[in-house]
Nanobody, 122 residues
């Protein structure tokens, strides 16, 4: 059974930092690109970061320089370090064995976690 479980997010103050983790099981972790997405309230699913099996990474301009994705293949875990958080970063964050771009609601299929709420207040 495929499982991806994100760590707890939480309420934060603007300017703060948070590291999310995602523990994966039930599939060959090394074979997949891993990604973090977010679903802000009343807004579309946004690809936040990806990391490929060769270690290459991608960030959209909205988080570039502030967020860092990494992974531990031995632990089947992917991380998202988020710094200099702003209220615009408020969203439900999902990890996924994915990397595609989606509009509307995040698809939340078998290779997605259940999500964790991150709320940043000013």
């Amino acid at each position: 059974e495929v499982q991806l479980v994100e760590s707890v997010g939480g309420p934060l103050q603007a300017g703060g930092s948070l590291r999310l983790s995602c523990s994966a099981s039930g599939f060959t972790f090394d074979d997949y690109d891993m990604a973090w997405y977010r679903q802000p309230p009343r807004n579309e699913c946004e690809l936040v970061s990806t990391i490929s099996s060769d270690g290459s990474t991608y960030y959209p301009d909205s988080v570039k320089g502030r967020f860092t994705i990494s992974q531990d293949n031995a632990e089947n875990t992917v991380y998202l370090q988020m710094n200099s958080l702003t209220p615009e970063d408020t969203a439900v964050y999902y990890c996924a064995a994915d990397g595609a771009t989606y509009g509307g609601s995040c698809p939340l299929d078998n290779y997605w976690g259940q999500g964790t709420q991150v709320t940043v207040s000013s």
